[in-house]
């Protein structure tokens, strides 16, 4: 099985349609980002966000916090990599900065491609989650 892969520019186009699939959104990955996910009619299996510099109190990546609660895989890749606001530059520049908890079998690709990690998470089965 492969899950299917989305690029969105914002968090808040997310659909229902993408329940399971592996997202590269453009957006920040702040509290605001994760409400659009949480209150998503299906969950989606990981999303990427871009890290918008981390912030005060790591506000620009709190949402990889929140989605543990819900059990989406969640990361955040380096906006000096790619811009904020533009997930086909996530995707083809992104280089992975932080992930969620329930995302820690995924801790060596810190500093790697999103892309890589992408194509690898739409190939993982859903028993590994």
Same mark, same amino acid.
């Given at each position: 099985?492969?899950? &299917?892969?989305?690029? /969105? $520019?914002?968090?808040?186009?997310?659909?229902?349609?993408?329940? $399971? !699939?592996?997202?590269?959104?453009? &957006?920040?990955? %702040? +509290?605001?980002? !994760?409400?659009?996910? *949480?209150?998503?009619?299906?969950?989606?299996?990981? *999303?990427?966000? =871009?890290?918008?510099? +981390? %912030?005060?109190? @790591? !506000?620009?990546?709190? !949402?990889?916090? /929140?989605?543990?609660?819900?059990? +989406?895989?969640?990361?955040?890749?380096?906006?000096?990599?790619?811009? /904020?606001?533009? @997930?086909? $530059? %996530?995707?083809? =520049?992104?280089? +992975?900065?932080?992930? =969620? @908890?329930? @995302?820690? *079998?995924?801790?060596?690709?810190?500093?790697?491609?999103?892309?890589?990690?992408?194509?690898?998470?739409?190939?993982?089965?859903?028993?590994?989650?």
């Amino acid at each position: 099985m492969t899950r &299917s892969l989305y690029l /969105i $520019d914002s968090i808040t186009q997310i659909t229902a349609e993408m329940g $399971d !699939a592996v997202i590269v959104s453009g &957006s920040h990955g %702040g +509290v605001s980002s !994760a409400s659009y996910v *949480v209150n998503a009619p299906r969950a989606p299996f990981a *999303v990427f966000f =871009n890290d918008a510099g +981390v %912030g005060k109190d @790591a !506000a620009g990546i709190e !949402a990889l916090n /929140i989605l543990d609660d819900i059990g +989406v895989f969640a990361f955040a890749y380096g906006h000096d990599s790619a811009r /904020i606001g533009q @997930a086909q $530059d %996530g995707l083809d =520049n992104g280089v +992975v900065t932080h992930l =969620n @908890a329930m @995302a820690h *079998v995924y801790k060596n690709w810190i500093g790697k491609s999103v892309r890589e990690l992408a194509k690898r998470l739409q190939q993982e089965q859903q028993q590994e989650r």
